[in-house]
């Protein structure tokens, strides 16, 4: 530093450029360079060269981080500098020379942009009005003290000693000490503030009897010495070096930090273990390097410690009106699963906070809204909505997450969903059950089974948290396609609900109330520009769908709205009505036309009713005989339906002369039984009268009925056993225009999930026998005479060949 101008009788004018400065505050008779890399900044630089003869406001902003400081944030009280020099730099900054001349304080601000200008009055320095040997023992101490911080290792300039050796004015010592100092900008500015030199000069000794408070501390500590101070002096002189130590390193916004993680900690509702553990886990990041590869997974635990919810919960609505209306708003039909949803609220409402959230499992083909009716649900109860995609996942820890020892180790999924909602009862829908897998890594369908069982789930334990987390007050809604392929205990963990195919009827409804307005607001098509008939959407829904779901009739309406988008955009139209034959035009020839169906009776020909994971379907068997001897089953047949084809020759061949067929055809003709589509597996056992029909027609010469489909198990006996999924085979059915189902007599029990207008177009035929069936499905069929005979002289006996009723 050098001080030889003295500032005393400096004139400027009123208004002078202001430079404003961070970390830092310059005195008078300093002499430093200044890097200055603002537009403003250096447009103030420029100015002052130009204008005011190298005469410069100097003053301290408040907040260092602030790029383009407001009037509030600036020091009002700085120092008139002379710019002696200036360099720009290749970088675009500049960097100029000044010396420190007289304090000033701002009067007020003149100008804003492109630079601060304002209006300064110079500060007088005041008259000491101490005693001259007052005076010159202040000096005297505050020397002496600054040579024994020296000398005690603080680093300062090395002229500042003989520098002092010439200065006796309590003013300039004080500017020249505190520029010396590495003063925080508040400590500095308070010292050039002052305007009593021997006050200011007391201060300055102050704050040298503090370093010297610091500095002895510090060299105890390093030489390991004890002196006799007692505890509490001794914890304020350590938490003052700490401190100290902590500011020289920048890490005082570290110690902030730690305090507000702590108050985090407190202010979260944590269980006890949780509480516990998340402050033991901080007070180990605190002794720890910040540097260190742990401290960085210590802050990540203690983030999802601190984010999770822990006791919060969304309001949940219990009105049962509101409840119904949004379901009902936004989803056709599903009246039992609707009614499931009525029956959790009312029962809430009654009970109040106490009732566990429900484990619920829709189980339906593609597209019949299982995944939309959870958000509706949520809606509904106003929860939170958070999806989980279990579909392909073969790893354990994406359900009870990887322990923290592993390198970017994370929570499951739960917690991740539960960290996303914010509260501790949303609804979780847990999509794509049934396609959970497993390898090496572990059976994450078996980690479900403590998340969906409500005894467990309060207490449930994820390997990252390491601590119980509670899930009982969660609403879990799982889907899924196949029920078979989930696992006894986790399906047996939920409460399943079914969700069948759609009819005609309802897939229309649909379309106008759901799909064809959503699709238009997507494609921007609007009411006046577009206008679709009922017989258009039926005619989209027969031939360019066959679906139990809605999906593909959604993809549909959407190319006729893109189509007619087109149009409008190109204009060709301005307003299309689309009618059964403006279908055709738009979207090409049928998919799926009326030659698919069988259009008249056939020998060897049955109309079969099968379910898939997608719905209900039709299932052709064709049969024909040839020289041979057997039978002979092609189109990729499951184990369960040959052994099915085999019983049914079994008990026809058993029972050959009852049927009308000679016992020598089985010699001398080979049956064989097809089931096209060859590509597609098939397997189950509810085939087996559709498979013994086919046979006994082609060996009888007999017309199987068109209008007839079927579905039901046989035995050797000629029993007709009871099926599955019937709702879904009389879907197909419908869909297929058949107007006659026989079924087994004991699935009479399930006509009553069928809605009424299905049960309205169906004729329902319940059998017990397959001489039954034969009677209903053959056109040109009769029991041979011989038969009738037999049956009246043995009336009374109970023969195991007969299939008589």
């Not at 959870?374 to 279990?390: D, H, M, Q």
């Not at 970017?408 to 794509?432: C, W, Y």
């Not at 006659?740 to 329902?764: A, S």
Request: net charge negative.
């Amino acid at each position: 530093m050098v001080t030889n101008y003295d500032g005393e009788n400096i004139e400027f004018k009123e208004e002078l450029p202001l430079l404003p400065i961070r970390d830092l505050v310059v005195y008078p008779y300093m002499i430093l360079p200044l890097f200055v890399g603002r537009e403003s900044s250096i447009k103030a630089v420029n100015y002052a060269l130009e204008k005011t003869d190298r005469l410069i406001l100097l003053s301290s902003q408040k907040d260092i981080q602030a790029e383009s400081p407001t009037p509030d944030e600036i020091y009002k009280t700085g120092t008139v500098a002379m710019i002696m020099r200036m360099r720009k730099l290749p970088d675009g900054r500049v960097k100029i020379l000044i010396q420190g001349l007289t304090k000033a304080t701002i009067t007020n601000f003149q100008q804003t942009a492109p630079f601060y200008k304002v209006k300064a009055q110079k500060i007088d320095m005041v008259k000491p009005k101490e005693t001259t040997s007052q005076i010159e023992a202040v000096i005297r101490t505050v020397k002496e003290n600054l040579e024994k911080v020296i000398s005690l290792g603080k680093v300062l300039s090395p002229d500042i000693l003989m520098i002092l050796e010439d200065i006796n004015e309590a003013g300039r010592l004080s500017d020249l000490i505190a520029s010396n100092l590495n003063l925080r900008v508040a400590e500095a500015q308070m010292i050039l503030e002052t305007q009593n030199p021997v006050e200011r000069i007391t201060r300055i000794n102050e704050i040298l009897v503090r370093e010297l408070e610091i500095l002895h501390m510090q060299s105890q500590i390093k030489n390991n010495a004890r002196d006799e101070l007692n505890k509490n002096q001794k914890e304020v002189f350590l938490r003052e070096q700490i401190k100290a130590i902590k500011s020289e390193l920048g890490e005082e916004e570290k110690q902030d930090e730690f305090t507000e993680l702590r108050d985090k900690i407190y202010s979260k509702n944590m269980t006890e273990e949780a509480e516990k553990e998340a402050l033991k886990q901080l007070a180990r990041l605190e002794r720890m390097h910040p540097d260190s590869s742990e401290s960085s997974i210590l802050r990540t635990y203690l983030d999802w410690m601190v984010d999770l919810p822990w006791g919060e919960q969304s309001e949940e609505k219990t009105d049962l009106t509101y409840a119904k209306g949004v379901l009902d708003e936004d989803h056709y039909e599903l009246e039992k699963i609707k009614e499931r949803i009525l029956e959790y609220l009312a029962v809430r409402s009654l009970k109040g906070g106490s009732l566990k959230g429900p484990i619920l499992c829709f189980s339906g083909p593609p597209g019949v809204g299982k995944t939309s009716l959870g958000k509706s649900i949520a809606k509904a109860t106003g929860r939170e909505f958070v999806r989980i995609s279990l579909g392909g996942v073969k790893d354990e820890s994406e359900i009870r997450g990887h322990r923290r020892t592993y390198v970017g180790a994370m929570p499951g999924r739960f917690l991740q969903g539960m960290k996303q909602a914010k509260t501790s009862n949303p609804v979780i829908m847990l999509d794509e059950v049934d396609k959970l897998g497993s390898d090496y890594r572990g059976d994450p369908a078996s980690a479900l089974l403590e998340v969906l069982d409500p005894e467990q789930n309060n207490t449930f334990r994820d390997h990252y948290l390491n601590v119980a987390y509670d899930l009982s007050n969660v609403m879990f809604i799982a889907t899924a396609n196949i029920l078979d392929s989930i696992p006894g205990p986790l399906r047996d963990r939920m409460e399943v609900i079914n969700l069948s195919g759609y009819s005609m009827e309802e897939k229309l409804v649909i379309s106008k109330k759901y799909l064809l307005p959503k699709q238009m607001e997507e494609n921007g098509v609007t009411r006046e520009n577009l206008a679709v008939d009922d017989g258009a959407l039926e005619t989209v829904i027969s031939s360019f769908t066959r679906e139990a779901g809605v999906r593909n009739l959604e993809r549909q309406i959407g190319s006729l709205c893109r189509k007619v988008a087109k149009k409008i955009a190109t204009g060709e139209t301005e307003k299309t009505h689309i009618i059964t034959d403006t279908v055709y035009d738009l979207l090409g020839p049928a998919q799926f036309n009326k030659e698919d169906e069988k259009e008249f009776d056939e020998v060897g020909v049955a109309t079969g009713l099968a379910w898939t994971s997608v719905g209900g379907e039709i299932l052709y068997v064709e049969a024909t005989k040839m020289k041979g001897k057997g039978i002979t089953l092609t189109g990729q047949l499951g184990e369960v339906m040959k052994e099915s084809a085999q019983a049914a020759m079994g008990f026809i061949r058993a029972n050959s002369e009852d049927l009308g067929i000679d016992d020598e055809v089985f010699e001398n003709f080979e049956v064989h039984i097809h089931l096209p589509a060859g590509a597609i597996p098939k397997d189950g056992p509810s085939a087996g009268i559709t498979l013994a029909t086919t046979i006994v027609s082609v060996l009888t010469n007999s017309l199987v009925s068109k209008d007839i489909a079927m579905t039901g198990e046989i035995t050797l006996t000629g029993k007709v056993l009871p099926i599955g999924g019937l709702k879904e085979k009389a879907l197909a059915a419908m869909r297929a225009g058949i107007e006659t189902v026989i079924i087994p007599w004991k699935n009479q029990k399930d006509l009553v999930e069928i809605p009424e207008e299905y049960r309205k177009k169906i004729n329902f035929v319940p059998v017990k026998n397959f001489r039954e069936v034969i009677s209903i499905a053959l056109l040109d069929w009769e029991a041979p005479k011989s038969k009738n005979k037999a049956k009246k002289s043995s009336k009374g006996t109970n023969k195991t060949s007969s299939i008589a009723a």
